[in-house]
């Protein structure tokens, strides 16, 4: 993030009552319960880190979306990964909650992919494929339907699921209204 983009949403911050503070990879080792004891900023250069985080306490859902509001008026909306702090988290190090978020977000947005492809198929016309390019297709989309409905998704699991859709998919022909 830019010095001045950085600025900004401080600046805004400020006047929605909410501290903001910029932290750097200097504070990778440093566990998540102590960045809220900083108080100062720290420059906003990330050589080791890639994206935008936003790590949050105490604030309520009003006050995040309000903020987000605000950010999005001025031109600039922060279109990094929001994060909380938990009590399970807080006695991670940076590093380690980094690379979480980054795994599971990863795994939502393949998730929201397998989702939107199960979807798409809604329209395609099962009767007019070769039965074993039908049957192909109905396969993956029982699995991709029981991975969406699975408490313990994988990522590649995940991945597999929608490189399968899509090629079941292929020799689909869909149904035109």
């Known amino acids: 993030m830019s010095e001045p983009d950085a600025?900004?949403?401080?600046?805004?911050?400020?006047?929605h009552d909410i501290a903001m503070y910029i932290i750097n990879d200097s504070c990778l080792d440093v566990k998540v319960a102590d960045l809220f004891l900083l108080n100062d900023d720290l420059d906003s250069m990330h050589a080791e880190t890639q994206g935008q985080y936003m790590l949050l306490d105490g604030i309520s859902t009003d006050?995040?979306?309000?903020?987000?509001n605000a950010f999005r008026e001025q031109g600039k909306p922060f279109e990094g990964i929001v994060i909380t702090r938990t009590k399970v988290n807080e006695v991670w190090t940076l590093s380690r909650l980094l690379e979480e978020v980054r795994r599971e977000h990863a795994l939502m947005e393949t998730l929201k992919?397998?989702?939107s492809l199960?979807?798409?198929?809604?329209?395609?016309?099962l009767s007019a494929?070769?039965?074993?390019?039908?049957?192909?297709?109905?396969?993956?989309?029982v699995e991709g339907y029981l991975l969406l409905k699975d408490e313990d998704q994988d990522i590649e699991e995940a991945r597999e699921a929608v490189r399968k859709l899509r090629k079941a998919m292929e020799p689909a022909v869909r149904i035109v209204h």
Do not use: F, P, V
């Open 7 to 15: 600025d900004l949403y401080q600046t805004i911050a400020i006047g």
């Open 63 to 68: 006050d995040l979306l309000a903020l987000l």
């Open 113 to 115: 992919e397998l989702d």
């Open 118 to 125: 199960l979807e798409d198929c809604n329209g395609i016309d």
């Open 129 to 141: 494929m070769k039965t074993e390019d039908s049957n192909e297709l109905k396969q993956a989309l």
